[in-house]
């Protein structure tokens, strides 16, 4: 039994004591005065009583009642209700008010409104003041206090004549029972009567309709989010106008708590003074008055729940987890199905007449329901997990958190992982575990109602019915009897509180009631106390949980194959038969990744433990310890599957003998995983450690013996077997029985079993926690969260605190100087830590614990010692057989820097290397070594994965591509130990991510990097591995002293002289035949007589060169040296001008090649002869040179051969330049400043050279560029988007396609005459100027000048740098990617925009060609003109000049634009140190990159092939050649590069230059030729630009494993293949088949091309014939002649190739061009090709097969044609072709029809071969035949391709040609 109530209060308004406008509450009286012992009285009462604060009020309001929650410091929550109501103030109090100068002035305007002034005089009006009646209560009988409080109040404003002391007396003596239902009828004695009903279960909540109301007011949503942030210990406040409300909502959301209880700080209504509370760090549920809402804006973390308007507001940095899937959407759609019953039915056709809706009170108790299962489901099985550590005196109960995650499959889960670790769930464990105590609904629900919720979970209408069931339940506890007797309470009447009160609330006398307590109290002594009876029973445990969703966890999903391979595995090992354990090792690491094989693992070892099997020998402990290792690896910290906890006692078990006395255990080999280091995984051991020996501890004197040493991992099989927790609950049914010996006995029996198990655990935790060799302190750098206990503490901090708390712990908790720190130590403290919190919680006596203590540092130090001696005998142990190193293959003149050291090279993110997508084997990870040359990084090793077989594996890049190198630290994948690793990145597209093997020493390591670093950067470019190969001067000579930045001309010209007396007279290069050495003799020097294959020819040609005598004898060696150039050949091949004087020039030449800077004066990057206008003296280049940046001035670099416009290029102009160039032109004042006789020489320099072109004669006014509107722009797409889309101004719609270089043709006359010839060329400018949109900005061109600009975006070279970083890290991304697969590789490549880039070069030189082709010369001068500039002008000419796209023209090209006009090879390749900080920036790659896309659109117009462009990126950055090497000539020069003597070159056999070595190479093999190479001698290409038509170059993404990158050429060729012998058994030669794999094999090489098969097939026959085998390049120039002498089916005209072609114009793109013949609709090959003036030929990939004809074809000569009859035929073309008139000539010899263009033409168009002839056959006209003939001049000749059509002249000459055609073929 218990009070209703312990208090009666009555409090009233009084004033401020600091003079506030705001009163405050004052206790008039209060009954009893004396505290209760057992509950004193509540402080603070009077603010609750008014919430929002005391005031006085200007009419009378009506009574309110509500009921606060106060609790106190013993968490007991009291219930205080407070009725209020309004008495007239009293003098005192309104002097008060008015005493303040805040008054208050009550006006009533017309409306009756009350509008409060502050500063009006007193009011005539009366003020009311409140009075409150305040009951206390322990206890929550929310309706007995408003009756009882409203009957108080009743008798004193109805006066009845009810004596009201004796009412409150009666009120404080009344007692109720507390729970069991019962009902108690109360009346105090005012001719009342009220029932009291208890609730059956005090543990279930009672709600009433509070959360019915709640979802009402927030709905479903809103209130499931706050359901789970309450359980997450979120902030929740709750806002409404009504106190009644708040306090509802608030018991509301704590009854869908349960069975957990909420331990924060709850307070449902909270007064305004205490607002400040809101801040607080802790969780709260708080309700606040509507009225404060502003007050709680600025809480950053407080979820905001306003009741009235419906809303929840989560504030941005709070994150609430949902509830795990599927219980989220099951639980949200019971609630749809309580709440709106209608929503099923909504759609129904024909909706049931009425469905009941239950009553609000019911619905309660449904949706109540719903909650109640979903907790059910939430925590089913949880009491499997608690772990009984103390049975007395008091139950002591944990909860393996991790193992309940891990077995529910939730261990990802964020909603449960709070939840479990919350203080809800810690109050829950501790009330809920105990095995012994009464139970209630959940405890049912959870342990027998699992398998129903399951079952249920997809029929609406039976979880419907079973909540509806729970319900009824839940209903039922509350209101157990139907309502049997009737509340008779006396309330006041209507509109009471309006009367005048007769008199104020009476002072009651204190005595009386004093009095009346007192009997009550004497009364109470006498009887006996009321002890509640529970019935207690064991609680059930449910069935065993289950995963919420059971889940296939993808590939490792363990089938029962996979476990049994895992048990063979290990019987193998135990049975000593290593080698197959060793085959299937690889599937057992790669099952292992699955929790069943781990659990198999585990059992199976166990096994062999319990039969004795422990000792094992080496291989066996090395097999064992592998697994175990591969086994936790996968653990997390938490251990959720028992996994390690599994192997803790066969660590300690497994052990080996190392020597007589001395044993190495397995846990000295497993150290390195973090689970170790976990203090959480170590206290649920013990405690599953403990729980098993107390259980053990009273079986065993029940029923004798069972052996304790059953672990924690296993599962008791046998069912009759009692849990730990049946034991529990006995014992504690037991304990009141026992006598108080017997139970001391009991408990110091317990104590010591905790005791002895925490010494066990301090043993255990020494050998995992202190490494093998204690030196090494790398263990504990690896795991500092050893000893962060007290972070892992459950603190009572929320969320958005734990963070910033967990790092301010004291700092020796990590291990901050763990280099210094002493091992023992730091194992010493995290044990102790761990002692004294699961001493203290399992109650073992100080006593104990300080005896321990004392323990823990003897037991390390012991252990310390035993390991030392382990260390030292394993380091004697021999070393397991490690592969033999695989020294790599060097370069004739590398050099071994440092010798291999092992690493394990381990995958890179590329899925085809680790047998990824593209098939084939795991080749990575490989075990192996990592070598470093002068020259290259070069891994060599074996595949760890014995599956593969014996591949070798290698991988490597020179060591000038290195960019970026990072030290890492990374998983062995043989060993599973962590290592330090290297991750060294190339720009040639490896990545070599190694982990270096445990006998490499850190130093060895470090010497590595020092010396990679070394060679890579060099001081000086002599270092490097181009200049050091062979060099003649000794190793060890100083470096030369820092280069003078500017050294004088003296010493310049010294240096040019003598380098050019050595090539005096070689003006001129042409080539002798070269032979290359056979491969036998590689690597020595070549024989005297073929020492040099280029030979100089004397012969001068006078009209080129004519060295005047204007120049000085000493330059004009020095000229002779510059002649020969590559830039001085290709301008005399493109005609630009003579070598001369300004005393002979030629005038008729437009330019000239002038040698002002060959001394490199003027500009330093520029070459020594430059081309320039003819007009323009040497003296005034100076002058122009400074208006441009590094004075790069604009030269002409190559004129069209058809338009004669001419392309120049420069740097960007300085500021002052553009300011200068175009001002209006005035005459130069005499003080003229230099800068502006600069701008104006420039502009003479430019008007030279617009004056020095052709000129259309028509000049009708000009249309410029510039003009040009943006409309226009984008009608022809290469320029809307290229340039700025600026001036608008008005033009034709011809603007688009002119700028194509297209002639737009007017409409034609009346009279059907031609258009006027003016329109057919519209006025161009002369010359367009491309320059960077922000140099040119503002600049408005003066209308008469005859340049323009084009001001063009592009982007920098800095973004070239770091779009390239980009472009490395999508291929080859270095580590596994998130989501397999090509998209994340396709994202991360848009993300680098390479391509972007691309498309934008591309663009502006498609844009460039089309003005050079339509006779508009430009100026390039982007940036410094030496990179942008570079690409632009050197893809210009490729695209426009055919020369440039052969072998020797594009050498020429690159020679020219790239190294004479100083692209700075080696700044941007960052060669040596000095460029270290300026990183990589390939725009020679990137340039290589669009001439491969290029490429790829018009295959037949290249005679390089794509491995070219490769074979130049790859070693432009290598520096395996002096070619791309230093910035410019100048340098170059200096450093006596250009120029070398005969004497130099005997001594030295190896290349210098890239261009000598493909030169040889060439001459040897055909892998530099394009077989498709078919080219059209005026063609200009003009390639598609858009993204969409780029392709990512397989230079960045292919690579070869087997040998390394293939661009070494000496090294990737490897042995030859032995050849087939006949097996010494007799049996049948072995097949030469082989397989070959993607990313280990270089396909090229195992599978060549059809022509390259032959040609080698060809060598090899010759060579066995002993003749000396041929030239590759004679024999196929051989038979390529012949194909074009004798029209073979497969030929085509003019210009020859193997492939079939007929396509429309202008584009030759790759690709299969079938046309639909004649005949039906079979697909055909086109055999002719009409040249006629329209059509370019294309190519197409099949080769029609050959015929008899043409095997001997090939040696027949065109003398020897033999012609049996000829004559013209009309023939019609393929499939939409016209019909053409062609010379046919009938070949009986070789049994053949050719035909020609004419009678007289050599090259045969085409040929039908008779052998494919069926018939011939009279034929009819078709459309486009010609008109004037007969219509039986038509014959059809049918072959077994493709029906011919043909006409004759005349009848008679058809039928001439049908005779002879059949005669021919019956001859045959």
């Known amino acids: 039994m218990a009070r209703l109530a312990d208090y ?287 007050e709680t804006q600025e809480l950053l973390d407080v979820i905001i729940a306003d009741l009235d308007g419906g809303t929840v507001t989560v504030p941005e940095c709070v994150h609430i987890p949902p509830l795990p899937e599927p219980l989220q959407s099951q ?230 194959r996979r476990l049994e391979v895992v048990r063979n595995c290990i019987s193998y090992v135990f049975e000593g038969k290593m080698l197959e354990a060793k085959k299937l090792l690889p599937a057992v690491l790669r099952a292992l990744k699955g929790r069943a094989a781990r659990r198999c693992l585990a059992q199976e070892l166990h096994l062999h433990v319990q039969q004795n099997r422990a000792v094992l020998d080496h291989q066996q402990f090395d097999f064992v310890v592998r697994m175990m290792n591969c086994c936790l690896q996968d653990c997390t910290s938490l251990d959720e599957h028992g996994i390690a906890a599994a192997l803790l006692p066969l660590v300690t078990a497994f052990c080996r003998k190392l020597s007589p006395g001395v044993t190495q255990f397995a846990y000295s080999c497993v150290q390195e995983h973090v689970v170790w280091s976990t203090p959480q995984f170590w206290e649920a051991m013990f405690y599953g450690d403990v ?21 924690v991992g296993e599962v008791q099989s046998q069912e009759d077997e009692r849990s730990a927790l049946d034991v529990a609950s006995e014992q504690r049914r037991l304990w009141p029985t026992l006598s108080r010996e017997k139970q001391q006995e009991l408990v110091q029996k317990e104590e010591s079993t905790v005791f002895s198990q925490a010494i066990h655990y301090a043993n255990r935790m020494s050998y995992l926690l202190l490494p093998l060799d204690s030196s090494k302190s790398r263990l504990l750098r690896e795991r500092a969260g050893l000893g962060d206990l007290e972070s892992a503490s459950n603190s009572l901090v929320t969320n958005s605190m734990a963070g910033s708390m967990a790092e301010s712990y004291d700092t020796e908790s990590g291990f901050e100087d763990a280099e210094t720190c002493d091992v023992a130590g730091t194992v010493v403290r995290f044990i102790n830590r761990f002692v004294d919190k699961v001493c203290t919680e399992s109650g073992v006596t100080s006593d104990h614990l300080k005896g321990l203590h004392v323990m823990v540092p003897d037991i390390v130090q012991m252990h310390i010692e035993t390991l030392e001696a382990v260390h030292r005998e394993s380091k004697r142990l021999p070393p397991i057989q490690k592969p033999k190193l695989l020294r790599p293959r060097l370069l004739p003149g590398e050099e071994c820097v440092l010798d291999g050291l092992r690493v394990y090279l381990l995958p890179d993110g590329r899925e085809e290397g680790a047998g990824g997508s593209g098939g084939g084997p795991a080749l990575l990870p490989a075990e192996g070594a990592v070598f470093l040359t002068t020259y290259r990084v070069i891994f060599t090793g074996m595949p760890t994965d014995p599956l593969v077989g014996e591949q070798v594996v290698v991988r490597s890049f020179p060591v000038a591509a290195l960019t970026k190198e990072k030290r890492i630290s990374v998983q062995t994948p043989v060993d599973q130990l962590l290592q330090d690793g290297l991750q060294l990145r190339s720009c040639t597209f490896q990545l070599l991510k190694m982990a270096f093997d445990e006998e490499v020493g850190s130093d060895s390591a470090e010497l590595f990097r020092k010396q990679l670093h070394k060679l890579r950067y060099p001081p000086d470019i002599r270092g490097t591995f181009a200049f050091t190969l062979g060099s003649t001067h000794a190793p060890g000579r100083p470096p030369r002293p820092a280069k003078d930045k500017g050294p004088s001309l003296r010493t310049l010209s010294r240096n040019l002289v003598k380098n050019a007396k050595k090539t005096i007279g070689r003006q001129y290069v042409t080539r002798k035949k070269y032979n290359p050495p056979s491969w036998e003799h590689r690597g020595q020097p070549p024989p005297e007589d073929q020492e040099d294959e280029i030979s100089v020819s004397e012969e001068l040609d006078p009209s080129t060169l004519t060295p005047s005598s204007a120049l000085k004898p000493s330059d004009r060696m020095t000229m002779s040296s510059l002649v020969e150039r590559a830039c001085c050949r290709d301008y005399q091949r493109l005609g630009l001008g003579t070598l001369s004087s300004s005393l002979s020039r030629a005038k008729s030449e437009p330019f000239r090649i002038s040698p002002v800077n060959r001394m490199y004066a003027i500009c330093r990057s520029y070459p020594g002869l430059l081309i320039v ?182 982007f920098e070279v800095r973004q070239v740098k770091a779009s390239f970083k980009k472009l490395l890290k999508a291929c080859v991304p270095g580590c596994p990617a998130a989501e397999p697969g090509p998209v994340s590789f396709l994202r991360s490549l848009e993300d680098s925009e390479w391509l972007t880039q691309i498309h934008k070069l591309l663009q502006i030189s498609v844009l460039v060609v089309e003005l050079l082709d339509s006779g508009s010369s430009v100026l390039v001068s982007l940036e410094d003109g030496w990179d942008i500039t570079t690409q632009v002008v050197s893809l210009v000419q490729l695209l426009s000049d055919p020369f440039y796209r052969t072998l020797e023209g594009f050498r020429l090209l690159v020679e020219k634009e790239w190294l004479s006009f100083g692209h700075r090879f080696s700044h941007r390749g960052a060669h040596t140190l000095a460029g270290q900080s300026s990183g990589f920036t390939p725009v020679f790659l990137q340039f290589l990159d669009c001439v491969h896309q290029v490429h790829l659109q018009f295959p037949m117009e290249f005679e390089f ?133 993607p990313c280990c094999d270089s396909r090229p090489r195992v599978q060549p091309d059809a022509i390259s098969r032959l040609l080698e097939e060809l060598q090899r026959l ?197 005779d002879r055609i059949q005669s021919c073929l019956s001859d045959a």
Not at 227 to 246: D, G, I, M, N, P
Not at 1541 to 1561: F, I, M, N, T
Not at 1665 to 1689: F, H, I, N, S, Y
Request: a neutral charge; charged letters at 20%; proline letters at 8%.
């Open 691 to 711: 729980q098993t020996h107390i259980r053990a501890l009273y079986l065993e004197s029940s029923e004798g013996s069972v052996s304790p040493s059953q672990e």
């Open 8 to 294: 009666f209060v009555l409090v009233a308004f009084g004033p401020h004591p600091r003079g506030s406008v705001e009163g405050q509450g004052q206790i008039l009286q209060r009954f009893p005065e004396k505290d209760w012992e057992d509950n004193p009285f509540p402080q603070g009462i009077e603010l609750f009583c008014q919430p929002s604060g005391w005031q006085l009020c200007p009419e009378r309001n009506p009574p309110t009642f509500f009921v606060a929650v106060l609790t106190d410091i013993n968490s007991e929550r009291h219930y205080c209700a407070c009725l209020t109501f309004w008495e007239p103030a009293e003098p005192t109090q309104e002097a008060v008010c008015t005493a303040n100068a805040v008054e208050r002035d009550e006006e009533a305007d017309e409306g009756g409104q009350v509008r409060l002034s502050p500063t009006a005089p007193a009011p005539p009006g009366q003020l009311f003041a409140p009075k409150t009646l305040v009951l206390v209560s322990r206890l929550d009988h929310t309706e007995v206090f408003r009756n009882s409080l409203g009957l108080i109040y009743a008798i004193h404003v109805e006066g009845l004549n009810v004596c009201l002391e004796n009412v409150i007396g009666n009120l404080l003596t009344c007692t109720v029972p507390l729970a069991g239902g019962s009902q108690r009828t109360i009346s105090l004695g005012a001719g009342d009567r009220q029932v009291i009903q208890t609730p059956l279960a005090d543990s279930l909540p009672v709600s009433r309709c509070s959360v019915a109301l709640l979802f009402r007011q927030l709905g479903i949503t809103n209130v499931l989010s706050l359901f789970c942030a309450a359980l997450t210990e979120h902030k929740v406040l709750f806002l409404s106008r009504s106190y009644q409300r708040l306090a509802d909502a608030c018991r509301g959301l704590l009854a869908l708590l349960f069975p957990l209880r909420y331990s924060f700080t709850y307070v449902p209504i909270l007064p305004a003074q205490l607002l400040e509370v809101l801040s607080t760090p802790t969780p709260f549920i708080i309700g606040v008055n509507a009225a404060f809402q502003a």
């Open 1505 to 1637: 092939s794509q491995f070219y462009l490769k074979f130049l990126g790859y070693h432009h950055a290598s520096r395996r050649f002096r070619t791309f090497l230093l910035d410019s000539d100048y340098e170059r020069i200096e450093l006596g590069l250009l120029y070398e003597e005969k004497g130099e070159r005997r001594a030295q056999p190896a290349c210098r230059s890239v261009w000598e070595y493909v030169d040889r190479l060439s001459k040897r093999t055909p892998v530099f030729y394009n077989y498709t190479y078919a080219p059209e001698d005026t063609e200009v290409l003009r390639p598609y630009s858009n993204v969409s038509n780029l392709k990512v170059w397989d230079f960045y993404t292919e690579e070869t494993l087997a040998e390394g990158p293939p661009y070494d050429w000496e090294l990737a060729q490897g042995p030859p293949e032995p050849p087939e012998e006949e097996r010494p058994d007799g049996g049948a030669p072995q097949s030469r088949r082989r397989v070959v794999w």
């Open 1173 to 1354: 206008p003819q007009s323009i003296q040497d003296n005034a280049l100076q002058r122009v040179s400074r208006c441009y940046r590094q004075n790069r001035f604009p030269v002409v670099c190559w004129r069209s051969g058809r338009s004669k416009a001419v392309l120049l290029r420069s740097g960007g102009l300085h500021g002052k330049g553009v300011a200068g160039l175009f001002k209006a032109q005035s005459a130069p004042s005499p003080g003229q400043s230099q800068a502006d006789s600069g701008s104006l020489e420039q502009e003479k320099y430019l008007q030279a050279v617009v004056s020095s072109m052709p000129r259309y004669a028509d000049s009708s006014g000009r249309n410029t560029l510039s003009g040009f509107s943006s409309a226009h722009m984008s009608s022809h797409g290469k320029w809307g988007s290229v340039r700025a889309s600026g001036h608008s101004g008005g033009l034709g719609a011809d603007v688009g396609s002119r700028l194509a270089g297209r002639d737009v043709l007017s409409p034609p006359q009346a009279n059907g005459a031609p258009p006027d010839p003016g329109f057919l060329r519209p006025h161009r400018a002369a010359l367009y100027i491309i320059g960077d949109k922000a140099q040119l900005k503002g600049v408005r061109p003066d209308p008469l000048q005859q340049w323009e600009l084009v001001p063009i975006e592009v």
């Open 331 to 560: 639980t949200h759609s019971a609630l749809s199905m309580v709440l709106d019953p209608e929503l099923e039915l909504a759609d129904l056709a024909f909706p049931p007449a009425t469905t009941s809706t239950s009553s609000l009170k019911m619905q309660d108790k449904e949706l109540r329901a719903v909650f109640l299962r979903l907790f059910a489901q939430l925590l089913q099985g949880y009491r499997w997990c608690l772990h009984i550590v103390r049975i007395h005196p008091e139950p002591v109960i944990r909860f393996h958190k991790a193992a309940f995650l891990g077995q529910r499959g939730l261990v990802e889960d964020d909603f449960l992982m709070k939840v479990l670790e919350g203080m809800a769930f810690a109050g829950f464990v501790s009330e809920r575990g105990v095995p012994y105590r009464p139970t209630d609904l959940f405890d049912e629900l959870v342990a027998h109602e699992v398998a129903r919720m399951r079952a249920d979970e997809n029929h609406p209408q039976r979880v419907l019915r079973h909540v509806q069931e729970l319900a009824e339940q839940l209903y039922k506890n509350e209101n157990p009897y139907p309502a049997v007797a009737m509340h008779k309470v006396q309330r006041p009447g209507e509109a009471s509180h309006l009367r005048r009160a007769p008199r104020p609330f009476p002072r009651l006398d204190e005595g009386t009631v004093q009095w009346i307590v007192d009997q009550a109290a004497a009364k109470m002594q006498g009887a006996p106390p009321a002890v509640k009876t529970e019935r207690k029973t064991t609680v059930p445990s449910g069935p065993p949980m289950t995963a919420i969703l059971e889940r296939c966890s993808g590939p490792h999903v363990n089938s029962a």
């Open 1662 to 1858: 010759e060579t066995e014939l002993g003749r000396p085998p041929e030239r590759w390049k004679d024999t196929w120039d051989r038979v390529k002649a012949a194909q074009r002498l004798e029209g073979r089916p497969d030929g085509r005209g003019a210009p020859s190739s193997l492939l079939v072609s007929s396509v429309p114009h202008h584009r030759r793109s790759l690709g299969v061009y079938l046309q639909e013949g004649p005949v039906g609709s079979t697909l055909s090959l086109s055999l002719d090709s009409d040249q006629s003036s329209g059509s370019t030929t294309s190519s197409s990939r099949q080769a029609a097969r050959r015929s008899t004809s043409t095997l001997y074809s090939q040696f027949q000569t065109a003398e020897s044609e033999n012609r049996s009859y000829e004559g013209t035929l009309y023939k019609k073309g393929a499939f939409m072709k016209p019909w053409k008139a062609r010379w046919f000539v009938l070949d009986k010899t070789k049994h053949q029809l050719r035909y020609y263009d004419h009678r007289v033409d050599t090259e045969c168009k085409g040929v039908i071969d008779l052998a494919e002839v069926e018939a011939v056959a009279p034929g009819t006209p078709t459309m486009g035949a010609p008109k004037t003939v007969d219509e039986k001049a038509f014959f059809d000749v049918k072959t077994t391709r493709r029906v011919y059509n043909f006409c004759a002249q005349d009848v008679p000459s058809a039928q001439q040609w049908v």
